[in-house]
């Protein structure tokens, strides 16, 4: 008997499935609408939250292998959709699922800020990323913790107090957008919603 899977909505991991194109971009009002060309569009289904590059949006439309999304006004000032152009790509993964492995860490889809790549380096086959980010967040990453970069769960490393960097496999080169991210191009930030509640908790001891 074929398993009914189960997805746990607004909950990713940061194991991106697949690599979108944006198509076409319509303006609407203060929105802006999104048609995706993807190798999952076509097995999705409207009203379902899927993650594009780190940022949470539902599905509204599906069209063959495209679907349509809309970003509100909010979501274009937190995030670098309004970066997005026809051709750009976008890393993809759907909501997780309750029978599913946790492969990377807890992921919401909600973008805290934007960072800015200042050094981008190849190390023999493997590549390392620095990127600088809103002083105000530092309290939020440590040396060693989990970092969301566009969808993609990373480990933080050489952390400073507004500055930290990634290493990169060939894998997740090959497979996400990160190959695209060059020195002064825009990153959407998640941090780990773990660190974010104990933060929260010690605070409300003060």
């Not at 590059?53 to 809309?70: A, F, K, W």
Request: glycine fraction near 8%; charged fraction near 25%.
């Amino acid at each position: 008997m074929k398993k009914e899977m189960i997805y746990l909505a607004r909950m990713f991991t940061g194991i991106i499935e697949a690599i979108g194109i944006v198509k076409e971009i319509i303006p609407a009002g203060g929105n802006r609408i999104f048609w995706i060309e993807s190798s999952l569009s076509s097995s999705c289904k409207v009203d379902q939250s899927i993650s594009h590059s780190g940022v949470c949006l539902t599905i509204e439309e599906i069209n063959d292998n495209r679907h349509r999304v809309t970003a509100i006004d909010e979501t274009l000032q937190k995030t670098n959709l309004k970066t997005w152009q026809p051709g750009s790509l976008i890393n993809l993964e759907r909501s997780l699922l309750f029978n599913g492995r946790l492969d990377g860490h807890l992921v919401q889809g909600h973008t805290d800020t934007t960072g800015i790549c200042i050094d981008r380096q190849e190390k023999k086959g493997s590549w390392e990323f620095e990127f600088e980010f809103p002083k105000k967040f530092a309290d939020m990453i440590i040396e060693k913790g989990s970092i969301c970069l566009n969808g993609i769960s990373l480990t933080a490393f050489g952390v400073k107090k507004k500055s930290f960097k990634v290493a990169i496999i060939p894998y997740t080169f090959d497979y996400t957008n990160i190959k695209k991210v060059e020195k002064g191009d825009k990153v959407n930030i998640e941090f780990d919603m773990i660190g974010k509640y104990v933060i929260k908790h010690i605070s409300s001891k003060g």
